[in-house]
């Protein structure tokens, strides 16, 4: 077997040029792969983490009965014991209490029907990005008189700019609520309908409008890290109220995860496909070189197993050499980048649309590396049978006589 | 009793519609130790006797002994195993394994008889200094003249201690001085160790020092004659 082994390391060498170029094509390949890979899982992250930090959150609790109706009257049963769980549990990175309800906003010249939500601003930007949003005014603070943050699109629609007044109206346990606002910011987001239908408010301005106190319809928690959500999850003890996770709230967030990783790795496996083609195409006018060669070894007695070897260990050790190489200089890449970023400025304001930034963040996930190596391992393998079964299927005595 | 033996051989290759016979009733008797040249013009059939013999090609009719054994009734891979421990080969073309040494090259037979490592060093030594290429040994053939590598071909097709050694046209690609070498080396071995070397060739050199020639023609054996060397 050893001699088998260092008959076929030899071989590739036989024809430096030749080898240098299929591994050469093999690097290019496995690394301009694994750079899309990991450019594609760093454009998903973003993407999962803009709508995580927009409007999902990792994990939400929220009284039973809120659904979808969303009325004041459904706050979460024992508000004060869920929160003191929340802050033992070590695996919750930061809540916010929110009180989030329907209503309407209106300013002189149209109105709007909207879910409004009411945030605590200093635990509230702990759980969200919506100052991250903003392209025009500001955050909401403590010292303006009831300011409003909407969305561009219900800002167009509204014909209002910062600074200027609206009415919201909505109903508190029956009673119609009806407050000024001044729009203090106007924010951007791809989240479906979150532009045109959602608003926000201080904590504190409508506890002032409706003299609830110490209440709140959702709380959002961000967790220390994804794994860890499944376990805040069962650790919260909420009689009487829903704890969803994000997979829960947006299962097609995580089928979209999902789907990516398999995209990414067939379009990864077609690229091995293509670079197969030359390694086969290598092997082909490796076994014609070879004719006699294989005829000679035939006639002493080399079995078919053992010429199947040889064939099948010089396609190996050509994927072989490339396939590190490829995946050594893709992950130091990935690494760098990884740190310093892309800047997709150019298409920064596409991106931004869909809430993900014009910096991306390549990555790769544990164990990539393990299943591409396995992948160029698997398609060495079977670059090697279509030229081993040519090579299986000359006549010694002919091919010893082979020119 | 003879070492080969083949019984009313006859070869027919079929080109298309074209029967062309290679053999037509060839049997022939080789005794353990003979220096056999097999003689004819080209197209008599020698190649086709020595593919047949060597287990490479199978008859369409006929009988081949090698030993106690009728090779025709083998299966491929029986055939494989027979020919690694029973026949050894020598090529027109040499073809030695290019990127292996002399001595790697003359090893790797009995290294597919999985013979001892000591004992694979010290007989392809052996055999190489039989051959006179013990100071070559560790040089790779584009690194031999054709003479060199021939005799290293020579020395590969003992590696496995063969009951014969089948020659095609061996001399064909070396001049008259090297063919010449070659053939004492053999005609030395034969001599002195008992080998039997069968060879197909019209080169005259070797029909000189051959003991026995056996003469096809239109794959038929026309003579059998013994001479002295």
Known sequence: MLTLIKIAWRNIWRNTLRSSLVILSMVIGIAAGILF???????????????????????????????????????IPNFESVEAQLKQIPE??????????????????AGQGIIIKAIDIGADSLVSNLKDLLIEGTYLDKKRTAPIIIGEKLAKKLQVKIGKKVTVNYLSDGVEVASSFKVAGIFRSSALGMEERTAFMRRDDFEAQTGVSGQAHEIAIIATSLPAVNVIKEKIVAPGSVVESWTDLAPELELM???????????????????????????????????????????????????????????????????????????????????????????????????????????????????????????????????AIKALKLKPAEAVRAI | MPIIKTQNLTKIYKDHSVEVHALNGVSLEIEKGEFTAIVGPSGSGKTTLLNIIGGLDNPTEGQVTIGDVDISNLSDNQLIDFRLHNIGFVFQAYNLIPVLSAKENVEFIMLMQNRPKAEMDERAEALLKAVGLEDQMHKRPREMSGGQQQRVAVARALASKPKFVLADEPTANLDSKTALNLLDIMATLNKEEGITFIFS?????????????????????????????
């Not at chain 1, 919750?92 to 010249?109: E, M, T």
């Not at chain 1, 091995?272 to 092997?283: D, H, R």
Request: a positive charge; one cysteine or more; charged letters at 20%.
């Open chain 1, 37 to 75: 890979l990991g450019i594609a899982y760093g454009i998903n992250n973003k993407r999962m983490e803009a709508s995580i930090y927009s409007y999902l959150s990792h994990v939400q609790i929220h009284n039973k009965e809120f659904g979808e109706r969303m009325e004041t009257k459904y706050y």
């Open chain 1, 92 to 109: 919750v990175k930061a809540y916010a209490p929110r009180y989030v309800f329907n209503g309407g906003i209106r300013s002189p010249r």
């Open chain 1, 257 to 387: 995860d999902v789907m990516m990783d398999k995209i990414i790795f067939i379009i990864m496996g077609i690229i091995l496909l293509a670079l197969s083609f030359g390694i086969v195409n290598t092997m082909l006018m490796v076994i014609l070189e070879r004719t006699r060669e294989l005829g000679m070894l035939m006639s002493v007695g080399m079995n078919k197993m053992k010429i199947f070897l040889l064939v099948l260990f010089e396609t190996v050790m050509l994927s072989a050499i490339g396939g590190p190489i490829g995946m050594l200089f893709s992950s130091l890449m990935i690494n760098y980048l990884h740190k310093t970023g892309i800047d997709l400025s150019s298409v920064g304001e596409g991106l931004k649309t869909f809430g993900i930034g014009s910096t991306i963040y390549p990555k790769l996930l544990e164990g990539d590396l393990l299943r591409i190596g396995l992948m160029v391992i698997c398609i060495g393998i079977l670059s090697a049978i279509y030229p």
């Open chain 2, 201 to 229: 060739t019209h080169d005259q050199k070797v029909i000189d020092r051959a003991r026995r020639i056996v003469t096809l023609e239109d794959g038929v054996i026309v003579s059998d004659v013994q001479q002295d060397v």
